[in-house]
């Protein structure tokens, strides 16, 4: 039966905590010092969780029920209450729930786990630094374009032109979000298009298409004069097509010499997928040449000053570059 008025004031402690359900999810937690406390059990993903309502008799069955409510719905979207709670918390007062920093912290939240940390807090420091000081406590439903527009502004001033573009990309999915989830009505930064000076981005990257210009590539390589682990770097890169940096970060427990096999986590991938890199006879010789000397730590590659870390992403560039 559902909880009343009477029943929450009459129940008595006990030797252990117990419970009196209200239905759907939310009751009230009675302890042995006589505390009592409504509660939400939910999922959310898979996982089972408790959202904290209130305290008896400070928070009274009605309002209990009324957060209850708001936390249904809050799930309907998509929403896990208990993630909105925290950023709620993080941005300073509950009346805050719908500013423009809360929900962008959860946009965030909702797709970190898709994103690199690097990439996550790329995002996070951009909105730190350039978005939330100006519009972080406005209502994401009352933000206006001149007004998004002249944060965007200080941004440019700067010279971080495609800093800027870059914002105005995450302020709109983040306005995106809020309108899908029932928080804002429209998006402000649809209405800046062109409102930024276009930035050139460069694209080009020079590249060796001439079978004889690579062959004196590789010859140069070959007679590189600088340290063993950059020369078996540079070595390396032709016979595997990986990014500088996943060559850099390898490491010895992903590599089976004897399988001539290269196992890459989905952590360090960009597509977050694990990914088999086959090493032929050419790419496990090199390996082999390297391995005496750090086979006993982490990293196929070390760093010439912490043998802890990987190889500063610089030194391939470096290495090419003395050698024309």
Same mark, same amino acid.
């Given at each position: ?29 009675? %302890? ?35 957060? !209850?409510?708001?936390? =249904? ?24 729930? @719908? ?29 730190? =630094? ?6 972080? @406590? ?15 502004? &200080? ?17 709109? &999915? ?28 460069? @694209? ?13 590539? %590789? ?33 010895? !427990? ?14 360090? %991938?960009?597509? =977050? ?52």
């Amino acid at each position: 039966m559902p909880i009343t008025d009477v029943s929450a004031r009459k129940a008595k402690p006990k030797e252990k905590p117990y419970k009196l359900a209200d239905g759907g999810g939310m009751y009230l937690e009675i %302890m042995p010092n006589g505390s009592k406390y409504w509660r939400l059990k939910y999922r959310f993903e898979g996982k089972e969780k408790r959202l904290a309502l209130g305290v008896y008799p400070d928070v009274p069955l009605t309002l209990a029920r009324q957060r !209850c409510g708001e936390a =249904r719905k809050l799930l309907s979207q998509g929403i896990d209450p208990s993630a909105q709670k925290k950023a709620v918390k993080a941005a300073g007062d509950e009346a805050t729930a @719908n500013s423009f920093e809360v929900i962008a912290r959860e946009w965030v939240g909702k797709h970190a786990i898709n994103w690199t940390a690097g990439h996550s807090d790329k995002i996070i420091q951009r909105f730190e =630094r350039d978005i939330f000081p100006w519009m972080g @406590n406005r209502p994401v439903s009352g933000v206006e374009p001149p007004e998004l527009l002249a944060v965007l502004r &200080r941004i440019e001033v700067r010279g971080a032109l495609e800093t800027a573009h870059r914002a105005l990309s995450d302020v709109a &999915r983040v306005f995106a979000y809020a309108v899908a989830t029932g928080r804002a009505q429209r998006n402000p930064a649809h209405d800046l298009k062109g409102a930024l000076p276009p930035y050139k981005k460069d @694209n080009h990257f020079a590249a060796i298409t001439d079978p004889a210009k690579i062959g004196e590539l %590789m010859r140069a390589i070959a007679g590189y004069s600088g340290s063993l682990a950059t020369r078996c770097a540079l070595q390396l890169s032709p016979y595997v097509f990986l990014r500088p940096g996943e060559i850099r970060q390898a490491q010895w !427990c992903e590599i089976d010499l004897d399988a001539g096999l290269w196992t890459i986590p989905a952590e360090r %991938m960009k597509m =977050r997928e694990p990914h088999l890199v086959p090493l032929s006879p050419q790419a496990a010789a090199i390996l082999r040449e390297i391995q005496p000397l750090t086979g006993h730590g982490r990293y196929v590659f070390p760093g010439e000053r912490d043998r802890d870390r990987p190889m500063s992403d610089n030194a391939v560039r470096s290495a090419l570059r003395r050698l024309g």
